[in-house]
Each structure stands twice: as C-alpha cells, then as structure tokens.
C-alpha cells in the first residue's frame, strides 16, 4: 500500500499519512524505526505495511518509495 505523508512531527518521530483513497491513517515512532529514513517532507511518497487492528488499521512499518 502507497501513501503520502502528510504530518511529521520530528521529535516523537510520529505523524500521519494520506492513503491514496483519501483515508489518513497515524503512525508512531515504532513504526516511524522501521523506514530508516531520518527526517520526512510533506508530500514524500512511502510504502506502508498496515495490520487491521479492530476498526482502524495501524501503520506497523514505512518505507520510503524511490523512483529509478
């Protein structure tokens, strides 16, 4: 799944994202370690990994998305 971010928040390394079906989803910090990525612009493109957890789904990893 692709989303863009649209809120970071540097120092709790938390924000929210954009899906491209225009539901924003939140992601933490723990989620925020697993992209390796050291800071996040507004508008950047990321791959999510997300795990439905009772009616919202969470963000469990990020990456970033490179274009070649």
Known sequence: MQATISAF????????????????????????????MLTARLG?????TVTAAGERPQVTALRLITFR
Not at 15 to 24: A, H, K, S, T
């Open 9 to 36: 928040d540097e120092p709790s390394r938390s924000g929210r994202v954009l899906l491209d079906d225009g539901q924003e989803l939140s992601f933490s910090a723990d989620a925020w370690a697993t992209s390796r």
């Open 44 to 48: 950047q493109r990321v791959e999510l």
